[in-house]
């Protein structure tokens, strides 16, 4: 769920105290959305998890000597569909990381700026929940 979506029920339960069957509806609205959140980040860590797996693996190998250190990386990424497919999609890649290393790069070294209160604002068409 957006920010928005949020502060649209709390306007919600702030405005119609008097309405339980709204309340139930939008408590399991709520509790399937965060169940779904759940189950993606329980994915995610899955995936993570192999892919560093894999790597440190990878690292190891080559420490200690083996021909082929990348084999456990190329199975992770073959396995997820990720392995680059030629040259082009290669270099793409290496442009993509060097890029990406940089702007990490860029905001480890800045300041982080709050000058006050955050203010909240919404931003977009305004939603009413249906009853």
């Known amino acids: 769920m957006t920010r928005s979506e949020f502060d649209d029920i709390r306007a919600h339960i702030t405005a119609e105290t008097d309405h339980a069957g709204d309340l139930v509806r939008i408590a399991r609205n709520l509790l399937d959305d965060l169940e779904q959140v759940r189950t993606r980040e329980a994915l995610l860590r899955s995936h993570y998890l192999g892919l560093l797996t894999a790597a440190r693996a990878s690292v190891a190998a080559e420490r200690a000597g083996d021909p082929d250190p990348l084999v456990f990386l190329r199975h ?48 977009g068409m305004s939603r009413s929940l249906n009853r």
């Open 76 to 123: 992770e990424l073959d396995r997820r569909g990720q392995l680059p497919g030629d040259d082009e999609q290669a270099q793409r890649i290496l442009a993509d990381a060097k890029a990406a290393m940089t702007m990490v790069a860029e905001l480890d070294q800045a300041p982080l700026r709050r000058t006050g209160p955050r203010l909240r604002r919404c931003i």
